[in-house]
């Protein structure tokens, strides 16, 4: 073997098992007691887990003149030090946009430049007859997932392209990831709190409250019914939402949702901190009141959420948040989170007995893997998958603070948070990239992996 990770406690959505794991180039070509290696990693008293995956991330994000603070090196090196080794990002194109011309630009951006392994969801910004081609020659080209918005100019789309796209992506195997709130709504609940002289950043959940959410899910769940077609609803954030969803898999329905962090340990109430610190927490969906936390945790344990991604977009509070001094409608939407997902995760979920650690391993690694179209070369550790693996140290403790992490951006949502439990060593594709929290890995590592096509039966 050129590498032998030893006596280390293997952990994958399917079994928690103690035995040794040989690399063979960039795959994981054994896993038994007694393994020799050309190079051994003692993984005594460790954890090992498969590279995990964040399904939802926003690098290099242009709004209007701004652009997301992480690019697609920053962003990535961030995601390995934080034990994640496959990210996926969105293609940029908007209403009008040539799709395949959207793909060649977010290519050119991330290829070369990326410090994991990175696929992309395609954005689905109208449904004419040309974008509806192109999505289907793009299918075959590993394409497998895409992002559709009911909100955001430029994006969102009405109720008709909504279904005609979930009708086409149904037919070529592409599993549609919704945003879903409810952009009338938002503009008429807005436009009330600013005419009321309401424009600090405590008022931003305020224009888009839960039923706001609830109603958009509720909607395209029944927009799917209607073209018998499966769904993931990206980032839900409460109970309100999560009934929805919960009626329309009673009503037989395939669909999927993914929670983030954010949702899970912050709530509404950090838009009251001093100030316009409240910015640093306007994404959207906005945080919720906390009595949603034990919502989406139980959810997460049985099952009813089952992936947790990040929404990593980052803004920097000096510069970039401040646009929205004036209106908490003008402050650029979005926080990081992409190397802090993990960590939190593991401390919050499996270290206050939240979830299992089969149950963690499945939510932030094998579930992405595999809606996904990227399993099981990704997203598990099984012989013949990619050799993507986090040796884990379940007691180190860190106190997390952005003028530590590797994000770039200058704050951190959840500054002078302890969390335990860390990566230690980060491998992708069978070479060491993260060493004890460094970086050693570099950037163009990462390739693009091709999605296969979702596999939907009615
Ligand atoms: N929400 C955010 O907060 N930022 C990026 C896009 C999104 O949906
Ligand atoms: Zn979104
Ligand atoms: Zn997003």
């Given at each position: 073997?050129?590498c032998?990770i030893?006596?280390?406690?293997i952990?994958?959505a399917?079994?928690?098992?103690?035995a040794?794991i040989?690399i063979q180039?960039?795959?994981v070509?054994?896993?038994e007691?007694?393994?020799k290696?050309d190079?051994i990693?003692?993984?005594s008293?460790?954890?090992?887990?498969?590279?995990f995956?964040?399904p939802?991330?926003?690098?290099?994000?242009?709004i209007?003149?701004?652009?997301?603070?992480?690019d697609?090196t920053?962003?990535?090196i961030a995601?390995?030090c934080g034990?994640?080794t496959t990210?996926?990002?969105?293609?940029?194109?908007y209403?009008?946009?040539?799709l395949l011309?959207?793909?060649k630009?977010?290519r050119?951006q991330?290829d070369?430049?990326?410090?994991v392994d990175?696929s992309?969801?395609l954005t689905?910004?109208?449904a004419?007859?040309?974008t509806?081609e192109?999505?289907?020659?793009?299918?075959?080209?590993?394409?497998a997932?895409?992002k559709?918005?009911?909100?955001?100019e430029?994006?969102?789309l009405q109720d008709g392209?909504?279904?005609?796209?979930?009708a086409?992506t149904?037919?070529?195997?592409v599993l549609?990831?919704?945003?879903?709130?409810?952009n009338?709504a938002?503009?008429?609940?807005t436009?009330?709190l600013?005419?009321q002289?309401?424009?600090?950043?405590k008022?931003?959940p305020m224009?888009r409250p839960?039923l706001?959410e609830a109603?958009?899910?509720?909607r395209v769940?029944?927009?799917a019914q209607l073209?018998n077609a499966p769904?993931?609803?990206?980032?839900l954030?409460?109970?309100?939402?999560?009934?929805?969803v919960?009626?329309?898999?009673?009503?037989g329905q395939?669909?999927y949702?993914e929670?983030c962090p954010?949702y899970?340990l912050l709530?509404q109430d950090?838009?009251e901190?001093?100030?316009?610190?409240?910015?640093?927490?306007?994404l959207s969906p906005?945080?919720?009141?906390?009595?949603n936390?034990?919502?989406l945790w139980?959810?997460l344990a049985?099952?009813a959420?089952?992936?947790?991604?990040?929404?990593?977009?980052p803004w920097?509070y000096?510069?970039?948040?401040?646009?929205?001094?004036?209106?908490f409608?003008?402050?650029?939407?979005g926080a990081?989170?992409?190397e802090?997902?993990?960590p939190?995760?593991?401390s919050?979920g499996v270290g206050?007995?939240?979830?299992?650690?089969?149950?963690?391993v499945?939510?932030?690694a094998?579930?992405?893997a595999?809606?996904?179209?990227?399993?099981p070369?990704?997203?598990t550790?099984a012989?013949?998958?990619d050799?993507?693996?986090v040796i884990?140290?379940?007691?180190?403790?860190?106190t997390?603070s952005y003028?530590?992490?590797?994000?770039r951006v200058?704050?951190?949502?959840?500054?002078?948070?302890?969390v335990?439990?860390y990566?230690?060593t980060?491998?992708?594709r069978g070479?060491?990239?993260?060493?004890d929290?460094?970086?050693?890995g570099?950037?163009?590592?990462?390739q693009?992996i091709p999605g296969k096509?979702?596999?939907?039966?009615s």
């Amino acid at each position: 073997m050129d590498c032998a990770i030893k006596n280390g406690t293997i952990v994958t959505a399917e079994r928690i098992v103690k035995a040794d794991i040989g690399i063979q180039g960039e795959k994981v070509a054994a896993i038994e007691p007694g393994l020799k290696g050309d190079k051994i990693i003692d993984a005594s008293g460790l954890y090992v887990f498969p590279g995990f995956i964040d399904p939802h991330v926003h690098l290099l994000m242009a709004i209007g003149d701004l652009i997301s603070s992480d690019d697609f090196t920053t962003g990535t090196i961030a995601a390995a030090c934080g034990g994640t080794t496959t990210v996926i990002d969105f293609t940029e194109n908007y209403r009008g946009d040539d799709l395949l011309e959207g793909v060649k630009t977010r290519r050119a951006q991330a290829d070369g430049k990326v410090a994991v392994d990175y696929s992309l969801h395609l954005t689905l910004a109208d449904a004419t007859d040309k974008t509806l081609e192109q999505l289907s020659l793009l299918a075959q080209e590993g394409y497998a997932s895409a992002k559709l918005y009911t909100t955001y100019e430029g994006l969102r789309l009405q109720d008709g392209e909504i279904l005609r796209l979930l009708a086409a992506t149904r037919d070529c195997g592409v599993l549609p990831m919704i945003h879903t709130e409810n952009n009338d709504a938002i503009a008429y609940l807005t436009a009330e709190l600013l005419r009321q002289g309401k424009t600090a950043p405590k008022y931003h959940p305020m224009s888009r409250p839960p039923l706001v959410e609830a109603e958009a899910a509720n909607r395209v769940t029944i927009l799917a019914q209607l073209v018998n077609a499966p769904l993931y609803i990206a980032h839900l954030t409460c109970r309100e939402t999560l009934e929805r969803v919960q009626a329309a898999r009673q009503r037989g329905q395939k669909v999927y949702a993914e929670t983030c962090p954010q949702y899970l340990l912050l709530s509404q109430d950090d838009y009251e901190r001093p100030g316009f610190e409240g910015a640093k927490f306007v994404l959207s969906p906005p945080l919720r009141d906390k009595s949603n936390w034990g919502v989406l945790w139980s959810a997460l344990a049985d099952g009813a959420l089952q992936v947790v991604a990040t929404d990593h977009c980052p803004w920097y509070y000096e510069t970039q948040k401040v646009r929205g001094r004036d209106s908490f409608a003008k402050i650029p939407n979005g926080a990081p989170g992409i190397e802090t997902r993990v960590p939190l995760l593991f401390s919050e979920g499996v270290g206050k007995g939240r979830l299992s650690l089969q149950r963690f391993v499945e939510v932030c690694a094998t579930a992405p893997a595999r809606l996904f179209g990227l399993y099981p070369r990704k997203g598990t550790i099984a012989v013949g998958s990619d050799a993507d693996l986090v040796i884990y140290d379940p007691d180190k403790e860190v106190t997390l603070s952005y003028k530590t992490l590797h994000q770039r951006v200058d704050y951190c949502p959840y500054e002078g948070r302890v969390v335990r439990g860390y990566p230690r060593t980060v491998l992708l594709r069978g070479q060491v990239i993260v060493e004890d929290g460094h970086f050693i890995g570099y950037a163009g590592q990462g390739q693009f992996i091709p999605g296969k096509a979702f596999a939907f039966q009615s």
